[in-house]
């Protein structure tokens, strides 16, 4: 039977636009579907720079404006891979023409902005998802996969790390391309909605909703100047963030996040203490769970660290061989393989936009309570379970 094809429109190919194209090159080779992923059209203003992406990664043809190509009837899914104050504008526009939408997090500017996002979807009854990567690390889905079997009874504690230090300059500015998230109009936020989001979205899929946060904000560096104007201007982004909740569930979490720690690239790390088991992880070594079992026999019991590759291991069977293991863009093509999943059942993908909405909200509370030094409540979406 022939297959359906879906028909990619690419908005921005930085980073994130690599990281999805190779994702839509990869998935048909390991992840048999009913659907032929198409490159058909890649968006950017600079019409030469769009070309020579488009001929590397093999888009049939560009545009250089990104109404245009959501205008487009050859297109079925837009993917929104452009910095974060555009995200709404293009998604909105894209659900008004009927698209299926992927989008880069966190999902709006802010919460007020993301709920604007989760109306249009929902009143154009649009597939939707966004590209919160990291639960679709075969270690972070198995550490799922654990904790909804029940295994570590009661969680007590949540805790996440995401450290970086690529800001610690004074002379590094602020602004432009590159450097948009130095700049709170484009980014919405610094390490908060940038870093904290990816840490807030595995949290709440891991242990459930956040029932309210405390927090502390700091901005280390006052003025940079910045690259569009030349001027010197005041900083106004979070440079680093740290707060603490209460999860729905009872139990409690702490999270920090900066890009001034000296000598960490992208640590992203989690723990959950359950009455039973615990959990580990680290982005630095993301093939790998650890888990300890209060179970195991009393002189052999501590922690043990699972190499995440065997064929029974999520996604790790449409690979290689067992001991081979996967790396960071293998997460996103497990994010289509979701997309692809929720077409075919008809339910849709998570994370989706009500879940980037949830996120949002946990954001938005944690830079009020930053601000007001006060334990803020947090909103939910309607109907998020
Ligand atoms: N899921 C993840 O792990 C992850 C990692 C990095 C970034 N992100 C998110 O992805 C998004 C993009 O980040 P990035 O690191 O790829 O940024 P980037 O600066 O590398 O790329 C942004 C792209 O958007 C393009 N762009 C900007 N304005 C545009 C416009 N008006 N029309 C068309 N294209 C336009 C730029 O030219 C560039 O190609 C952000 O929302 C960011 O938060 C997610």
């Known amino acids: 039977m022939a297959k359906k094809q879906l028909r990619i429109g690419l908005i921005g190919y930085g980073f994130m636009g690599r990281a999805h194209s190779n994702a839509y090159a990869q998935v048909g080779h390991f992840f048999p579907s009913s659907y032929d992923v198409v490159l058909q059209a890649v968006c950017g203003r600079d019409a030469a720079a769009a070309q020579t992406f488009a001929d590397k990664?093999?888009?049939?043809?560009?545009?250089?404006?990104w109404k245009k190509l959501i205008a487009r009837d050859d297109i079925d899914v837009i993917d929104i891979a452009t910095p974060n104050n555009l995200h709404g504008e293009q998604a909105i526009a894209a659900a008004?023409?009927?698209k299926a939408i992927l989008c880069e997090k966190p999902l709006g500017l802010n919460a007020p902005d993301a709920l604007k996002m989760v109306e249009a979807v929902e009143k154009?009854?649009?597939?939707?998802?966004?590209w919160y990567n990291y639960r679709r690390c075969p270690a972070v889905t198995l550490a799922k996969q654990i904790i909804d079997s029940g295994k570590l009874g009661r969680v007590f504690h949540y805790r996440a790390n995401f450290l970086q230090d690529w800001t610690i300059s004074p002379?590094?500015?602020?602004?432009?391309?590159?450097?948009?998230?130095?700049?709170?109009?484009?980014?919405g936020s610094g390490v908060t909605?940038?870093?904290l989001a990816h840490c807030i979205d595995t949290a709440m899929w891991l242990n459930g909703g956040i029932k309210d946060v405390t927090a502390m904000t700091e901005t280390f560096i006052k003025e940079r100047k910045h690259t569009l104007t030349g001027k010197t201007e005041k900083v106004t982004i979070d440079d680093a963030c740290s707060f603490m909740c209460h999860f729905d569930n009872g139990s409690l979490g702490l999270f920090e996040s900066t890009r001034y720690a000296r000598g960490h690239k992208a640590l992203y790390t989690f723990e959950i203490n359950g009455e039973n088991m615990?959990?580990?992880?680290?982005?630095?070594?993301?093939?790998?769970?650890?888990?300890?079992?209060?179970a195991d026999e009393g002189t052999e019991r501590g922690w043990k660290s699972v190499h995440v590759s065997d064929g029974d291991h999520p996604y790790c069977g449409n690979w290689w061989v067992p001991g081979l293991q996967l790396g960071y863009e293998h997460s996103?093509?497990?994010?289509?393989?979701?997309?692809?999943?929720?077409?075919e059942s008809g339910k849709g993908a998570r994370p989706n936009f009500k879940d980037g909405l949830a996120c949002d909200y946990v954001v938005d509370a944690v830079l009020a309570s930053g601000k007001k030094k006060t334990w803020e409540k947090v909103p939910k979406p309607k109907g998020w379970k």
């Open 96 to 98: 008004k023409a009927g």
């Open 57 to 65: 990664w093999g888009y049939k043809s560009i545009e250089t404006d």
């Open 193 to 195: 909605g940038d870093l």
């Open 332 to 343: 996103f093509v497990h994010q289509v393989v979701e997309f692809i999943k929720g077409l």
């Open 171 to 187: 002379d590094l500015p602020q602004g432009g391309a590159g450097l948009w998230r130095l700049d709170a109009k484009v980014s």
């Open 124 to 130: 154009a009854k649009v597939p939707n998802m966004v």
């Open 278 to 294: 615990s959990l580990k992880w680290d982005l630095h070594d993301l093939h790998r769970l650890q888990i300890f079992d209060y």
